[in-house]
């Protein structure tokens, strides 16, 4: 079966710093992978997802992840946070097929001034 | 666009009484979800359906019911409620999945949190 591992569950960055959260998966097949983000008090929304072509993938508001096959990692970057990033970040992976999105437990991220 | 539509939003039930959660997506998407989300847990799938008509079970079916009679809906029963069932429930849905140009990205609806006492 597939899983997500998130490293941090709650980050604490002031703002202008940068910012990565890890993310590995357990699969040794083809996989789509996807960072999603919920602000306090609202839904999932998708940030970013990765299902082919270059390994780095840009999303919204400036934050980007890279997928290492090699790490089975998709890491989260954004060089700069600001205060409004303040949310819980999900990373998550599905397997070519049908198969249902698997998400890891989520980071907590708050970013102080 | 409406997307996907959960309601109630805000729920409180005693031990042992029934609810369904009603999900409505305008997307034409094939796959329906329900997750539950819990503090240091991330979000879990109860159930999912592949299509009218169809339901399988995910990581944490135990006392949850669904059916999708119309392609539209999807619906989540708890048949008689737990304090343990006490979540945030979260519908999703999606287009097909495994084909070239999909990639399974889900669409969330705003929730609909549970408390059981």
């Known amino acids: 079966a597939q899983s997500v591992s998130q490293h941090n569950h709650h980050v604490i960055l002031s703002e202008a710093a940068s910012l990565e959260l890890g993310c590995n998966y357990s699969?040794?097949?083809?996989?789509?992978l996807f960072w999603y983000v919920q602000y306090p008090g609202q839904h999932l929304q998708l940030l970013l997802k990765y299902f082919s072509g270059d390994p780095l993938v840009k999303g919204i508001k400036g934050f980007e992840a890279e997928f290492i096959k090699s790490k089975f990692s998709f890491n989260l970057r954004k060089p700069s946070v600001q205060w409004s990033d303040t949310a819980e970040y999900f990373c998550a992976v599905n397997a070519l097929g049908n198969t249902p999105l698997v998400f890891g437990k989520g980071t907590r991220l708050s970013v102080i001034a | 666009n409406a997307g996907v539509t959960q309601t109630p939003k805000f729920r409180v039930l005693k031990t042992g009484q029934s609810m369904t959660l009603l999900c409505a997506q305008d997307m034409n998407h094939e796959y329906m979800y329900w997750y539950r989300q819990d503090p240091g847990m991330g979000l879990r799938l109860i159930h999912y359906s592949v299509g009218e008509g169809t339901t399988a079970k995910g990581e944490v079916p135990d006392g949850y019911n669904v059916s999708r009679l119309k392609k539209q809906n999807f619906l989540l029963g708890l048949e008689s409620a737990a304090p343990s069932q006490t979540s945030v429930y979260f519908c999703a849905s999606s287009s097909l999945l495994g084909g070239p140009t999909t990639t399974g990205e889900l669409f969330f609806g705003e929730g609909s949190r549970l408390t059981v006492l």
């Open positions: 699969y040794g097949g083809t996989v789509n």
